[in-house]
């Protein structure tokens, strides 16, 4: 599901409230935004239930250039990651 689906889907669920999908869209942007700039700054962000997004460092090390053959060293890269919570395990074990 991408983000407009997801934005049509909700205001169609919260349809009698009258808000619109622009809105929507804008809580979405921001809890986005929200979300890039604590992992930015290297903390977590913990939703009960649902999970926990987090940084983890990828160490670096040697490679070899497949092209030319010559050996090359990369740097450690600080990626996103996702740990999933209790409630979003247990509803996608149901079917």
């Known amino acids: ?17 009258q ?5 929507y869209n804008k809580v979405l942007n ?3 935004n929200g979300i890039k700039t604590e992992l930015a700054a290297g903390r977590k962000v913990y ?21 030319t053959g010559k050996p090359v060293q990369y740097k450690d890269v600080r990626v996103a990651a996702f740990r999933p919570g209790s409630v979003l395990k247990e509803a996608v074990r149901k079917r």
């Open 30 to 32: 921001d809890l986005i």
């Open 19 to 23: 808000p619109t999908q622009e809105l």
């Open 47 to 67: 939703f009960q239930g649902l999970g926990t997004f987090y940084t983890r460092t990828h160490k670096g090390g040697k490679a070899r250039n497949f092209k």
């Open 1 to 17: 599901m991408d983000k407009g689906t997801f934005i049509k889907r909700i205001a169609f669920l919260n349809r009698k409230t």
